[in-house]
C-alpha cells in the first residue's frame, strides 16, 4: 500500500516557545526539513535489494499526470486499495490523515470548513483549497462534505495552487477521482451496520458497453445513522443523519484520439443542523446551565425544545472531451452544479423554553462551468498548458436567514415571511448574489538541463458580484438595495526542480493565491451600526517554499518534507450577531505563517507497512486594525501541530484467506477559536485512534471497524459570541463519540 508512512522521532520538529520571535521559529521549523534533506541526501548509502514492485501513484491534480515522487509539490495521495484498508468513507477521514489539514464539521450536513497550512475557512465563505473532482472545480461551499462514492483516489495538494484551479486554491486543491469503466464486468456490494443504529449499504457495477469503445460505471449508496446524542425535551436524538447518493459515469472513444467522458451524481441529504450549546457566565444564556465556560468541556445537555432538520439536495452533472494528437490534447470541460440546503431548529441560546424562538435558514447555489486547455506533449523538453475558464454562478439566496415565534415546538418552512401563528415571522433577511467569473491561464515547465526544471506559470482571474437584498421592506430598511463589486487578481507561479539522485529530488517555489471577497447580509450593518461591514475583500497568499522527495531502502522507503512561509493579507473572520440571528464576515489584516510538513512511508516487509505524517505550523496575526490587541496572537482554528501515524498489516490465514489490520492514531495540536486567543475558546490538544480488521479472499471482505476508540470527548467548533469577560459567551458543538461497525463487502 502506497501512501504515508512512520517517520522517525529524529525528523520531528521539536517543540516551540509560542513565545518565540518569528526568526527564531522560522530557523527551528528550517532546520527540521534541512535535517531530512540531508538523511534524504544520504540514501544511496543505505542502498538495499530493490522492494517488491508495486504499482507507482500517479497524481493528476496537476492537470498533467506525473509520478507523485517526481511531482514539485507537496501533496498526499491515497489510493482505492489505501481508501477501502483504513476505511475511508467521508472527507473527514481522510483529511484527518493529511499532515496540516483540518476541518470542522458543525452547523448543518453541508458545513464542513477546512484548515490548510494555518489558512482557516470562516463559516459562509468558500473554502481555502479547490474542490476539484474529475476535472471539475466545484463552485459551491457546501459541495463536499457528502459520502465518497466508488473514488479510485484522492490527492491532497498543499500551498497555493491558483495556478491552476483559480480563485478558491489560496492554499491548496483537493482532486478526487472516481472509479473509471472497466475492460471486463466487475462490481461490488457492501452492506454495514454500526452504533448509532447505523446502517450502510452500497453498490458499483462498471463494464463495457461495446468493448473498446463504450463503457460504462454506476454506483449508489445509502447510509442512516439515529445519531448519538439525545435531546432530553422532546426525546429522540439530536443528530440522525441519512444519505441517498449515485453516480453515473460514461466514457466514450469514439476513435483513438477523441475521447468523452460523461458523469452525473446526485444526494440527498436528512439530518439535524445547529446542534450548538450555549456556555456562558451569564446563567440565563448557558444552555441547560451549562458549566463550565471552556472550550474543552463536552459534557452539555440537549434541553431545547424545538426540534431541528436538514435537508440538502445536491447534483453534479460533467461532460469532458479530450482529443490527443500528436502535437498535444485539447480538452473542454463543461459542468452543472446545483446545491439546496435547508436547516432549522430552536434559536440561540437553545433553551427549553420560548423565549428564544426559532430560526430557519436556506441557501441555493447554481453554476454553469466551462473551462477549455491544451496540453502540449509530455515527453518534450519544453512543455505548457495554456486555457481560458468561464463560470456564471447564482445564489438565491446566499443565505437566508428567518426568525419565527416558537408557539409549536418545530420550525415551519419560512422562505417567505409568516404572517400569524403558527411561528410568525418576527425578523427576515435576504440577499441573492449574482457572479461572473473568467480566468486565462497558462503553465510552463521547462527542462534547463537533462536534471533541472523551470516552471513559470499565471492565471489571471475576475469575478463581477452584485447582491440584492430581497427582504420584504417590512422586515430591512435595505429591501431593494443593489451592491456591486469587482475583484481580479493575478496569481503568479515560479518554481524550479532538480532530480539531484535517482533517489532524490529538490524544488523550490514561490505561488501566489487568491479568494475572491463577498458580502455580507445587507442588514446586518444597520443592525450593528456598521461594526458588520457592507461587504469584505478579496484573501491574496504569498507563499514561499522549499522541499524534497526521496527514496530509500531500494524503494521501500519514502520520505517527502517541506518547509513553508506564507503572508496572507484579509484573512476573512466569521462574526455571530446575537440580534436578528445574522451572521457577518470581517477581515484579519494580515497573518504570517510558517510551518514543516514531512511524510513517510515505509513497506518493513512480510506484509507490514509503517506510514506517517507530521506538521507543523506557526501562523501569528501580524496586523489587525479591526482589534490591534489580538496582533502577536495565533491565528484562530489552526492547530500548532497535526500528525498522523498508522501501520498497515497483511497477513495470510490460509490458501486464499488474509487478515488485514490497519490502525492509526491522529493527533490535533491546541486550537485558539478566537483571534484575541481567549482562554474559555482554547482547546487542549487531541489524540484520536482508529482501526480497521478484515478478513479477506479475492470474492468477499469481513471487516469489523471503530473511530475515537478512545471515546474522546470534545468540542469540533467553538463560536464566541461575546468575548466581554464580563458577558463572555460561546457556541459550542459536540464532536461524535466512539463509533464502531462491521461491514461486508462482496466481489462480483
Same mark, same amino acid.
Not at 541 to 554: H, I, P, Q, V
Not at 708 to 724: Q, T
Given at each position: 500500500?502506497?501512501?504515508?508512512?512512520?517517520?522517525?522521532?529524529?525528523?520531528?520538529?521539536?517543540?516551540?516557545?509560542?513565545?518565540?520571535?518569528?526568526?527564531?521559529?522560522?530557523?527551528?521549523?528550517?532546520?527540521?526539513?534541512?535535517?531530512?534533506?540531508?538523511?534524504?541526501?544520504?540514501?544511496?548509502?543505505?542502498?538495499?535489494?530493490?522492494?517488491?514492485?508495486?504499482?507507482?501513484?500517479?497524481?493528476? @491534480?496537476?492537470?498533467?499526470?506525473?509520478?507523485?515522487?517526481?511531482?514539485?509539490?507537496?501533496?498526499? +495521495?491515497?489510493?482505492?486499495?489505501?481508501?477501502?484498508?483504513?476505511?475511508?468513507?467521508?472527507?473527514?477521514?481522510?483529511?484527518?490523515?493529511?499532515?496540516?489539514? /483540518?476541518?470542522?464539521?458543525? =452547523?448543518?450536513?453541508?458545513?464542513?470548513?477546512? !484548515?490548510?497550512? @494555518?489558512?482557516?475557512?470562516?463559516?459562509?465563505?468558500?473554502?481555502?483549497?479547490?474542490?476539484?473532482?474529475?476535472?471539475?472545480?466545484?463552485?459551491?461551499?457546501?459541495?463536499?462534505?457528502?459520502?465518497?462514492?466508488?473514488?479510485?483516489?484522492?490527492?491532497?495538494?498543499?500551498?497555493?495552487?491558483?495556478?491552476?484551479?483559480?480563485?478558491?486554491?489560496?492554499?491548496?486543491?483537493?482532486?478526487?477521482?472516481?472509479?473509471?469503466?472497466?475492460? !471486463?464486468?466487475?462490481?461490488?456490494?457492501?452492506?454495514?451496520?454500526?452504533?448509532?443504529?447505523?446502517?450502510?449499504?452500497?453498490? +458499483?457495477?462498471?463494464?463495457?458497453?461495446?468493448?473498446?469503445?463504450?463503457?460504462?460505471?454506476?454506483?449508489?449508496?445509502?447510509?442512516?445513522?439515529?445519531?448519538?446524542?439525545?435531546?432530553?425535551?422532546?426525546?429522540?436524538? *439530536?443528530?440522525?443523519?441519512?444519505?441517498?447518493?449515485?453516480?453515473?459515469?460514461?466514457?466514450?472513444?469514439?476513435?483513438?484520439?477523441?475521447?468523452?467522458?460523461?458523469?452525473?451524481?446526485?444526494?440527498?441529504?436528512?439530518?439535524?443542523? !445547529?446542534?450548538?450549546?450555549?456556555?456562558?457566565?451569564?446563567?440565563?444564556?448557558?444552555?441547560?446551565?451549562?458549566?463550565?465556560?471552556?472550550? &474543552?468541556?463536552?459534557?452539555?445537555?440537549?434541553?431545547?425544545?424545538?426540534? =431541528?432538520?436538514?435537508?440538502?439536495?445536491?447534483?453534479?452533472?460533467?461532460?469532458?472531451?479530450?482529443?490527443?494528437?500528436?502535437?498535444? /490534447?485539447?480538452?473542454?470541460?463543461?459542468?452543472?452544479?446545483?446545491?439546496?440546503?435547508? %436547516?432549522?431548529?430552536?434559536?440561540?441560546?437553545?433553551?427549553?423554553?420560548?423565549?428564544?424562538?426559532?430560526?430557519?435558514?436556506?441557501?441555493? $447555489?447554481?453554476?454553469?462551468?466551462?473551462?477549455?486547455?491544451?496540453?502540449?506533449?509530455?515527453?518534450?523538453?519544453?512543455?505548457?498548458?495554456?486555457?481560458? #475558464?468561464?463560470?456564471?454562478?447564482?445564489?438565491?439566496?446566499?443565505?437566508?436567514?428567518?426568525?419565527?415565534?416558537?408557539?409549536?415546538?418545530?420550525?415551519?418552512?419560512?422562505?417567505?415571511?409568516?404572517? @400569524?401563528?403558527?411561528?410568525?415571522?418576527?425578523?427576515?433577511?435576504?440577499?441573492?448574489?449574482?457572479?461572473?467569473?473568467?480566468?486565462?491561464?497558462?503553465?510552463?515547465?521547462?527542462?534547463?538541463?537533462?536534471?533541472?526544471?523551470?516552471?513559470?506559470?499565471?492565471?489571471?482571474?475576475?469575478?463581477?458580484?452584485?447582491?440584492?437584498?430581497?427582504?420584504?421592506?417590512?422586515?430591512?430598511?435595505?429591501?431593494?438595495?443593489?451592491?456591486?463589486?469587482?475583484?481580479?487578481?493575478?496569481?503568479?507561479?515560479?518554481?524550479?526542480?532538480?532530480?539531484?539522485?535517482?533517489?532524490?529530488?529538490?524544488?523550490?517555489?514561490?505561488?501566489?493565491?487568491?479568494?475572491?471577497?463577498?458580502? &455580507?447580509?445587507?442588514?446586518?450593518?444597520?443592525?450593528?451600526?456598521?461594526?458588520?461591514?457592507?461587504?469584505?475583500?478579496?484573501?491574496?497568499?504569498?507563499?514561499?517554499?522549499?522541499?524534497?522527495?526521496?527514496?530509500?531502502?531500494?524503494?521501500?522507503?519514502?520520505?517527502?518534507?517541506?518547509?513553508? $512561509?506564507?503572508?496572507?493579507?484579509?484573512?476573512?473572520?466569521?462574526?455571530?450577531?446575537?440580534?436578528?440571528?445574522?451572521?457577518?464576515?470581517?477581515?484579519?489584516?494580515?497573518?504570517?505563517?510558517?510551518? *514543516?510538513?514531512?511524510?513517510?512511508?515505509?513497506?518493513?516487509?512480510?506484509?507490514?507497512?509503517?506510514?506517517?505524517?507530521?506538521?507543523? *505550523?506557526?501562523?501569528?496575526?501580524?496586523?489587525?486594525?479591526?482589534?490591534?490587541?489580538?496582533?502577536?496572537?495565533?491565528?484562530?482554528?489552526?492547530?500548532?501541530?497535526?500528525?498522523?501515524?498508522?501501520?498497515? #498489516?497483511?497477513?495470510?490465514?490460509?490458501?486464499?484467506?488474509?487478515?488485514?489490520?490497519d490502525a492509526s492514531w491522529d493527533h490535533i495540536g491546541e486550537i485558539n477559536f478566537d483571534a484575541r486567543n481567549s482562554p474559555q475558546a482554547l482547546r487542549d490538544p487531541l489524540d484520536? %485512534?482508529?482501526?480497521?480488521?478484515?478478513?479477506?479472499?479475492?470474492?468477499?471482505?469481513?471487516?469489523?471497524?471503530?473511530?475515537?476508540?478512545?471515546?474522546?470527548?470534545?468540542?469540533?467548533? *467553538?463560536?464566541?459570541?461575546?468575548?466581554?469577560?464580563?458577558?463572555? !459567551?460561546?457556541?459550542?458543538?459536540?464532536?461524535?463519540?466512539?463509533?464502531?461497525?462491521?461491514?461486508?463487502?462482496?466481489?462480483?
Open positions: 500500500m502506497q501512501g504515508k508512512a512512520m517517520i522517525s522521532d529524529s525528523l520531528s520538529p521539536k517543540p516551540i516557545s509560542p513565545g518565540a520571535a518569528p526568526a527564531a521559529r522560522r530557523a527551528a521549523l528550517a532546520g527540521s526539513l534541512a535535517a531530512g534533506v540531508a538523511l534524504a541526501a544520504m540514501s544511496p548509502a543505505w542502498a538495499q535489494a530493490p522492494a517488491p514492485a508495486e504499482q507507482e501513484i500517479i497524481v493528476t @491534480g496537476l492537470k498533467r499526470d506525473q509520478a507523485l515522487q517526481e511531482a514539485p509539490v507537496s501533496v498526499t +495521495a491515497f489510493t482505492a486499495r489505501a481508501i477501502e484498508e483504513a476505511g475511508i468513507t467521508r472527507p473527514i477521514d481522510f483529511i484527518n490523515a493529511t499532515p496540516n489539514l /483540518t476541518a470542522v464539521e458543525a =452547523n448543518n450536513a453541508g458545513d464542513l470548513r477546512i !484548515t490548510i497550512r @494555518g489558512d482557516a475557512q470562516a463559516l459562509n465563505t468558500d473554502a481555502p483549497v479547490a474542490v476539484v473532482i474529475d476535472g471539475v472545480v466545484l463552485t459551491g461551499a457546501t459541495g463536499l462534505n457528502k459520502d465518497l462514492l466508488d473514488v479510485a483516489q484522492i490527492e491532497v495538494l498543499r500551498g497555493p495552487q491558483g495556478y491552476l484551479y483559480g480563485r478558491n486554491a489560496i492554499s491548496g486543491a483537493i482532486n478526487i477521482t472516481t472509479r473509471a469503466p472497466s475492460e !471486463t464486468f466487475e462490481g461490488q456490494a457492501l452492506v454495514g451496520y454500526g452504533n448509532g443504529e447505523t446502517a450502510r449499504g452500497a453498490l +458499483a457495477a462498471s463494464g463495457p458497453v461495446i468493448p473498446g469503445v463504450l463503457g460504462a460505471s454506476v454506483a449508489a449508496a445509502y447510509r442512516d445513522s439515529a445519531g448519538f446524542y439525545e435531546n432530553e425535551t422532546v426525546g429522540g436524538n *439530536v443528530d440522525p443523519y441519512e444519505e441517498t447518493s449515485g453516480r453515473l459515469r460514461v466514457d466514450w472513444t469514439p476513435t483513438d484520439s477523441l475521447t468523452i467522458q460523461a458523469s452525473a451524481f446526485s444526494s440527498r441529504i436528512n439530518g439535524s443542523a !445547529t446542534n450548538y450549546l450555549s456556555q456562558s457566565v451569564i446563567p440565563g444564556v448557558a444552555t441547560g446551565g451549562m458549566i463550565p465556560v471552556d472550550a &474543552n468541556y463536552a459534557d452539555g445537555r440537549f434541553v431545547a425544545n424545538v426540534g =431541528n432538520y436538514n435537508r440538502k439536495e445536491d447534483d453534479l452533472y460533467a461532460l469532458r472531451i479530450d482529443y490527443a494528437r500528436p502535437w498535444g /490534447t485539447i480538452t473542454s470541460v463543461t459542468a452543472r452544479e446545483t446545491q439546496d440546503n435547508i %436547516f432549522a431548529s430552536d434559536g440561540f441560546p437553545y433553551q427549553p423554553g420560548t423565549a428564544e424562538g426559532t430560526q430557519y435558514n436556506r441557501r441555493e $447555489h447554481s453554476a454553469w462551468t466551462q473551462e477549455i486547455r491544451f496540453t502540449s506533449p509530455a515527453e518534450a523538453a519544453l512543455r505548457y498548458i495554456v486555457g481560458a #475558464y468561464y463560470a456564471d454562478i447564482s445564489q438565491t439566496p446566499f443565505l437566508l436567514a428567518a426568525v419565527g415565534v416558537d408557539d409549536t415546538g418545530r420550525v415551519f418552512p419560512a422562505n417567505r415571511p409568516r404572517a @400569524g401563528a403558527p411561528n410568525q415571522t418576527t425578523g427576515f433577511s435576504a440577499d441573492n448574489v449574482e457572479s461572473e467569473a473568467y480566468a486565462f491561464f497558462g503553465n510552463l515547465d521547462w527542462d534547463l538541463a537533462p536534471d533541472w526544471t523551470l516552471t513559470l506559470a499565471a492565471r489571471y482571474d475576475h469575478e463581477e458580484k452584485s447582491a440584492i437584498d430581497v427582504a420584504p421592506p417590512a422586515f430591512s430598511a435595505t429591501s431593494g438595495v443593489v451592491r456591486s463589486q469587482t475583484f481580479s487578481e493575478w496569481q503568479p507561479k515560479i518554481g524550479l526542480a532538480w532530480q539531484a539522485s535517482d533517489t532524490l529530488n529538490l524544488y523550490a517555489s514561490f505561488a501566489r493565491g487568491y479568494k475572491a471577497g463577498g458580502f &455580507n447580509a445587507a442588514q446586518a450593518f444597520t443592525i450593528t451600526g456598521g461594526a458588520a461591514p457592507n461587504d469584505y475583500p478579496a484573501e491574496t497568499a504569498d507563499n514561499y517554499e522549499a522541499g524534497f522527495k526521496s527514496e530509500w531502502l531500494g524503494g521501500a522507503l519514502t520520505l517527502n518534507g517541506a518547509y513553508f $512561509h506564507t503572508i496572507k493579507q484579509n484573512s476573512q473572520l466569521f462574526r455571530f450577531i446575537p440580534t436578528g440571528f445574522l451572521n457577518a464576515v470581517t477581515v484579519i489584516d494580515e497573518i504570517e505563517a510558517d510551518g *514543516v510538513e514531512i511524510e513517510a512511508n515505509w513497506r518493513v516487509g512480510d506484509g507490514l507497512t509503517l506510514r506517517g505524517g507530521l506538521g507543523y *505550523v506557526s501562523a501569528e496575526i501580524t496586523e489587525y486594525r479591526g482589534d490591534p490587541g489580538s496582533v502577536g496572537n495565533d491565528a484562530p482554528y489552526v492547530p500548532d501541530l497535526r500528525s498522523s501515524f498508522g501501520v498497515n #498489516y497483511v497477513r495470510p490465514l490460509a490458501d486464499g484467506l488474509d487478515v488485514i489490520v484520536l %485512534f482508529s482501526a480497521r480488521v478484515a478478513l479477506e479472499t479475492e470474492r468477499w471482505t469481513l471487516s469489523i471497524w471503530g473511530r475515537n476508540l478512545s471515546d474522546e470527548r470534545y468540542n469540533s467548533d *467553538v463560536i464566541v459570541v461575546f468575548d466581554d469577560p464580563a458577558l463572555f !459567551t460561546q457556541a459550542v458543538f459536540k464532536a461524535p463519540p466512539r463509533t464502531y461497525g462491521a461491514e461486508l463487502r462482496v466481489r462480483f
